[in-house]
């Protein structure tokens, strides 16, 4: 049974921080890229980071560079996103994503989401 089981979304204060997880079971992990998306209301799903499977390259948005962290710990099968100096602006839902290129097939899973709202 393939899962993709995100958690540590809630209410933070302006300048806060959060660390979101997204734990994978059914297969394997550390054969995947993580990537991290957001959707605020109204808006359209947005990149936020990425991390490669073999690699320690990441690629962050531009309006969330040097805030937050894409890491990945492959013996947890566990995918992270620090979120620090947080702003009323990162309120969305977080969607962690796990894709690979496997026979030119590609394989991509996602999670359920996590809502994270910055608000004093």
């Known amino acids: 049974q393939v899962q993709l089981v995100e958690s540590g979304g809630g209410l933070v204060q302006p300048g806060g921080s959060l660390r979101l997880s997204c734990t994978a079971s059914?297969?394997?992990?550390?054969?995947?890229?993580i990537n991290w998306f957001r959707q605020a209301p109204g808006k359209e799903r947005e990149f936020v980071a990425r991390?490669?499977?073999?690699?320690?390259?990441?690629e962050i948005v531009d309006s969330v560079k040097g805030r937050f962290t894409i890491s990945r710990d492959n013996a947890k099968n566990t995918g992270y996103l620090q979120m620090n100096s947080l702003k009323p602006e990162d309120t969305a839902v977080y969607y962690c994503?796990?894709?690979?290129?496997?026979?030119?097939?590609?394989?991509?899973?996602w999670g359920q989401g996590t809502q994270v709202t910055v608000s004093s």
């Open positions: 994503n796990v894709r690979r290129i496997f026979f030119r097939k590609e394989f991509a899973y």
């Open positions: 991390l490669a499977w073999d690699t320690n390259v990441t």
């Open positions: 059914g297969f394997t992990f550390s054969d995947y890229d």
